[in-house]
């Protein structure tokens, strides 16, 4: 199967959940291009497990190794190869599962697709896991980007009923995308997010978890940027933040809810501020025909609960395809939504450089 992304800048993510290690090759960052380690450790320790009670005991320092392709904090122009060293495996507490797919998860697509040759420990390639080394590709395009002026940030819009303040899509400043970064817990309103890990808690006391949405938005990002049709902004982000095992679905602007609106309510008016075109509303999120319009680029991702949960479900067989209970044991998150925040940023990052490097701007 492919894990391979991008078309000027490629990664390729490898390894599985409890391999012995895990990891990323970029290909088509410049020689001489600043390698920030340091910003690199940073996103990872935002992703990391076994932080606080509402994420997976599994502890993993997550610690970044660069084996090949820099030096001395320089890209050197050949592929760069990172890799993090999985330290806290329990492979034993998976050994139930082997034949009973857990619903909600990929165990039996995997079955199917690898002819049952899969590997249900800790998930596999379809881990929550493997995001880890999307987050080290991300961070390293992020901060290329950083340079040119242009800063992506998200934070917790909902988590199951419990809803934070929505980004003010015309009016969002860098400054405030890098204070949510600086939170454990990544909202705008503080107090919702109590509510919020409190409403995470009491599910993983019964045994069950949730899910969410994140919102994510960039700014700095000039007009003209993407392609229609095919190669469409939306196109390019949607498709990268699907390799987040949690989510399901995604929007951009006033999405769904703008499907209800008049044309007259749902268009944003052009409007000229600081000798530049722009629009009153932004219900477009910042994206028209595919194409940036100068506007803050706004989307939200739907995010399921996860599925590995402590509550008996029933599931099948697959050697003896009769119906059977399955108790799942192993160390899970109640809710993958608060980890996922640097994930969907980092996504976003490496598809913009993608893009733009092939458009020649960065």
Known sequence: MSMTFGENIKMTVFGQSHSEEIGVIIEGIEKGTRIDTDFVKEYLSRRAPGKNAYSTPRKEADEPIFEEGVENLLATGEPIKVVIKNTNTRSSDYDNIKNLPRPGHADFTAYVKENGKNDVSG????????????????????SILSQSGIEIGAHILKIKDVADSAFDSVNIAPDELKSIKKKAFPVIDDLKGEE????????????????????CAVVGLPAGVGSPMFDGLENVISKAVFAIPAVK?????????GSSLFGSENNDAFTVKDGKIKTETNNHGG??????????????????PTPSISVPQKSVNLKTLKEETLEINGRHDPCIVPRAVPVAEAITAFCLLDIMKGEGRI
Do not use: C, Q, Y
Request: proline share 3%; charged share 15%; hydrophobic share 50%.
């Open 123 to 142: 998930g596999g390639a379809f881990s929550g896991r493997m995001t880890a080394p999307l987050v080290i590709a991300g961070a390293i395009a992020s």
């Open 196 to 215: 919020m890990i409190e409403t995470i808690l009491s599910a993983k006391e019964r045994g069950d978890s949730v899910g969410g949405i994140i919102e």
């Open 249 to 257: 679905g995604i929007e951009f602007g006033s999405g769904f809810e």
């Open 287 to 304: 994206i028209l025909g595919g194409i940036s319009s100068g506007m803050p680029l706004v989307f939200r991702l739907a995010v399921k």
